[in-house]
């Protein structure tokens, strides 16, 4: 299942987010931004039933994601370090300043592609793994949600099933498609090039026969 929701925000000021399901994710997530304590840079997970918030919280902005516990750890905060970057790279000093979605209906795009990125290309966790990046995951805090929320706050995470089920449909039919192109383009390649051997074969057995490149004795 993977990353199913993602937000960008300041302070408590969400200034963009996308859920790729039916979730209450987003109330449960404000919910977050408004009981992390004080302003310094962030890296902390808090668990949920078996969805995991991971929040990462850099120069006062705050960036969290929502993914199922199979999802482990380093992915998610790869995904959020990847989001941050983007972000501020897209909107700079913006950021400071910006009013609540501000940049939401440009920036959820991003969110969207980049969570179906983490969620279903196996390449991003080799990525990641391969540079390093994400070394500070080590120091990571899990702790349960409850801690985080007043108890009369609490809100029960509800996770719309068939809608989970037919996003990974989606990302099932879209990897056969890609395999299938893939196989395609491949056996036209293969196709091609024993296309050239042969026209090669046969033009050194004429050259022979011809008693020569030009093939003279054949004109």
Known sequence: ???LY?????????????????????AIARQILEKIPGNNDTHVSYSQDRYIFHVKRTDGLTVLCMAD??????????????????FVRTYGRAVHSAQPYGMNEEFSRVLNQQMEYY????????INRLKGEM?????VMIENIDKVLDRGDRLELLVDKTANMQGNTFRFRKQAR????????????LTVAL?????????VVLAFVCHGPALPSCF
Request: no cysteine; aromatic share 10%; proline share 3%.
């Open 135 to 139: 070394s500070q995951v080590r120091n």
């Open 1 to 3: 299942m993977g990353i």
């Open 178 to 189: 890609r395999f299938r192109s893939t196989v395609w383009w491949r056996n036209v390649k």
């Open 6 to 26: 993602a937000l960008v925000g300041r302070g408590s000021v969400v200034l963009a987010e996308y859920s790729g399901t039916t979730t209450n994710a987003s």
């Open 119 to 126: 969620s279903s290309d196996p390449n991003a966790d080799r």
């Open 195 to 203: 296309i050239l051997i042969l026209l090669v074969v046969v033009y």
């Open 69 to 86: 516990d199979t999802a482990g750890r380093r992915l998610p905060f790869a995904f959020l370090e990847d989001i941050h970057q983007k």
